[in-house]
């Protein structure tokens, strides 16, 4: 009976390893990298769905809010921090579509984490925002959310979580990311 | 060749029986299953070789993180790289360098060391089985094999009692003995454990790294630090630090709150050992489930979650009025011991401000005040000459808050910064100013108002989930265990032959009395040396048993 010499098998075996392992790791990098990156509003975005998490608290200004009164329309959620860097760089877009977009009927609401209500307060002044901010103290609510670092913005409709920006944005992809989310 | 050697499926040169029960095995038409298990790909995949190369590729991959900075644990150091050498930032981002742990090629070799070992152990496992049931075999009758180690003794003992004997002598020793077949022939065996013991290392490090994979990607690794009278979410969005951010998202975080309400810490200058305990509230699920003190060695264990003291400092609660008298900033500051003098250093940073405002503060817990002559000593450090005081003890006797104001841009526009640094590159040191603890404040030349208005300890936490720990820990021992054998255990068996003496039956015409013929064999696959002794030991008490005849010299062909 003929068998291959041990050395003759081994090399073959070594080659033939290295190819199944190579194709392996392509299949999972190609598995990890498809999901993220083809979102229509870019990078950033990602479609979700799960409910709006149960919240009750106080705003910033200390007026006590309930997430039951967000269940109905589309509402855009932003985490946020007067101490974060890129909040404050982001700050003046999301005013900006605040302002293009209520009059649509469109609620935004902010979520204050790792602050003080001054801080908090102040920044809100700084830069003019025109929504009210939960106060988000320890982080419950962007922890239910998902976020796991400010800023991180998500879009709500009836009381779904369907789409999350993550990191720094501006006012032309949370309205991409409305409109995309009002389409469905 | 003998045909009492039975098939044993061991993997000594000696064992001519299992090379050609491997080329009869080879022999067999293929079934689906077994052409699978014979795809070349698949062989090369089932070797030790592979899963040692990939044991290595994995160390390597392990290596690289010591190497380049990573992400979760210096972000800044990582943005440096970018900003100094893009090309070789982008190629490095490419290949995930900056994240080893959660890259998709450090998954891809766990995955396949795994899959590997996986598929090492079992085709050994079954052989393993299949050769302790084969091993004690009954033999088909014939001559015995050649064999190391051979006696032959004649008794006056019929058959069936000789072969009762040797049986139970045996049986007193341990040994596991097969069947005989109609000639009177079978096989005994002892040190299976040895292949036991090596297929149970083998399995203990598939779970030992089952048990490591299941950390490095299920499990998280952090350091929180809760100021007292605050509380703390267990998922990302409330850590400090990472050691390790875990592979597979952060949905692996349990979500429970930590509410610190005291932290005690004994004075360094009485207490023999000092102690410091935080202690906590667990709140899951908007229900108080328990409240526990953390020590040192006594860690928060809850849901799978540990938190474990890890260190603690001071955190002033510092207010700043602006001119008009309106707060505009009230929080406490964390502060790190370290600083000059003694001091206990932090930064806090009031970016609404027109220009933009950020401080040093300096918490001297229990100060004393300097002359000029003493200060003029500490004229090179942070805090100048110009301030007269030192620290004395890390007691709160007379908390005093010494803030250096500093008034331009923060930075904070131009990119991520860590929230303890003040970066100071495009601002100017406008003032310096003291507060005592719930004191008035001081007023600084610009009209900005500082209070110091209560001191707290914050209290830093370890926090780990560590789901593969039992099975690295299971997986260790086991391993351990494994070894034993490999080292003290060897395998060796015996064959043995008891048949009525076919010369005495040709001399029963002569009208002699019935002899038995009993013929014991014996090798060992391990060391070979001291199985000689043990050979005759077998045979000393055996003949004891079975005394051989005295009348007929005895024939004793033991070969070396």
């Not at chain 2, 996986?118 to 302790?132: D, G, K, M, Y």
């Not at chain 2, 109609?182 to 005994?188: C, E, L, S």
């Not at chain 2, 906590?280 to 938190?307: S, T, W």
Request: with cysteine.
């Amino acid at each position: 009976m003929t068998r291959p010499t041990p050395r003759s098998l081994n090399v073959r075996s070594a080659a033939l390893t290295l190819r199944l392992v190579a194709a392996a790791a392509i299949m999972t990098l190609s598995a990890c990298t498809a999901g993220s990156g083809s979102h229509a509003c870019g990078p950033q975005v990602a479609d979700q769905d799960f409910a709006l998490p149960e919240f009750s608290g106080s705003l910033v200004d200390g007026s006590s809010v309930d997430l039951v009164d967000y269940r109905e329309g589309t509402v855009v959620l932003n985490v946020w921090g007067s101490w974060c860097a890129p909040c404050r760089v982001e700050a003046p877009e999301l005013k900006k579509a605040a302002e293009a977009l209520s009059p649509t009927g469109v609620r935004f609401l902010g979520v204050d984490v790792r602050d003080s209500t001054t801080g908090a307060a102040a920044f809100d002044e700084e830069f003019a925002i025109p929504y009210p901010s939960v106060f988000d103290d320890p982080s419950q609510l962007a922890a239910d959310l998902g976020a796991s670092s400010p800023p991180t913005t998500f879009v709500v409709r009836d009381g779904d979580v369907r789409s999350v920006i993550r990191g720094q944005t501006d006012a032309d992809t949370i309205k991409c990311a409305v409109e995309h989310v009002n389409r469905a | 060749m003998s045909d009492l050697d039975a098939p044993t499926g061991n993997t000594t040169a000696e064992d001519a029986g299992e090379r050609k029960q491997a080329a009869s095995f080879a022999d067999v038409p293929p079934t689906p299953m077994r052409a699978f298990a014979r795809l070349p790909g698949l062989r090369a995949l089932r070797s030790m070789r592979t899963a040692i190369y990939l044991l290595i590729a994995l160390v390597i991959a392990t290596v690289v993180p010591t190497l380049v900075p990573q992400r979760i644990t210096n972000p800044e150091k990582v943005a440096e790289i970018g900003r100094t050498h893009p090309y070789w930032f982008s190629v490095g981002e490419r290949l995930r360098v900056f994240d080893v742990f959660t890259s998709p090629w450090y998954m891809a070799i766990w995955v396949s060391l795994l899959v590997v070992l996986l598929l090492c152990l079992l085709p050994r496992t079954r052989a393993f089985v299949r050769q302790v049931r084969r091993s004690t075999a009954t033999p088909r009758a014939g001559t015995l094999p050649r064999l190391p180690h051979t006696v032959e003794w004649r008794t006056d003992a019929g058959p069936e009692a000789a072969a009762a004997q040797v049986r139970s002598v045996l049986r007193r020793r341990l040994w596991r003995q097969g069947r005989a077949n109609d000639a009177g022939q079978y096989v005994a065996e002892k040190g299976t454990v040895r292949e036991a013991g090596s297929l149970l290392f083998h399995w203990s490090l598939f779970l030992l790294l089952t048990g490591l994979a299941a950390t490095r990607f299920l499990g998280y690794a952090g350091q929180a630090a809760i100021v007292e009278g605050k509380e703390f979410v267990e998922a990302p969005i409330d850590y400090d630090a990472w050691t390790n951010r875990g592979s597979l998202g952060d949905s692996v975080h349990r979500g429970f709150t930590v509410a610190l309400d005291r932290f005690q810490v004994d004075d360094p200058d009485t207490a023999e050992t000092p102690d410091f305990v935080s202690d906590v509230r667990v709140i899951d699920g908007g229900r108080e489930v328990f409240a526990q003190q953390v020590h040192p060695n006594v860690p928060l264990n809850y849901r799978g979650v540990k938190m474990y003291q890890l260190s603690f400092g001071w955190a002033p609660e510092v207010v700043v009025r602006d001119p008009s008298g309106k707060v505009v900033f009230d929080d406490f500051v964390l502060t790190r011991p370290g600083g000059p003098r003694g001091s206990w250093t932090g930064v806090l940073k009031v970016p609404s401000l027109e220009p933009q405002a950020g401080f040093r503060v300096f918490l001297f817990p229990d100060p004393q005040v300097l002359t000029p002559e003493q200060a003029a000593q500490f004229a090179d450090d942070d805090l100048g000459d110009g301030v007269l005081v030192a620290n004395r003890s890390p007691n709160p006797v007379a908390p005093l808050l010494v803030f250096e104001e500093w008034r331009g841009d923060l930075g904070l526009e131009s990119g991520p910064q860590n929230v303890n640094v003040l970066d100071v590159s495009a601002m100017t040191r406008a003032d310096v100013g003291a507060a005592q603890l719930g004191g008035d404040g001081f007023d600084l030349d610009d009209g900005l108002a500082v209070r110091f208005a209560d001191l707290r300890h914050y209290s830093v936490f370890s926090i780990k989930r560590d789901p593969g720990l039992v099975l690295v820990l299971i997986g260790a021992s086991l391993l351990l265990l494994g070894l034993i054998p490999a080292l003290y255990s060897r395998r060796r068996r015996l064959w043995v032959w008891v048949r009525p003496d076919p010369d005495a039956v040709d001399a029963g015409a002569e009208g002699s009395a019935a002899a038995t013929l009993v013929t014991l064999g014996g090798i060992a696959y391990q060391r070979k040396d001291a199985f000689s002794d043990e050979f005759t030991d077998v045979v000393t008490a055996c003949r004891a048993a079975v005394p051989p005849q005295e009348r007929a010299p005895e024939s004793d062909v033991s070969k070396p």
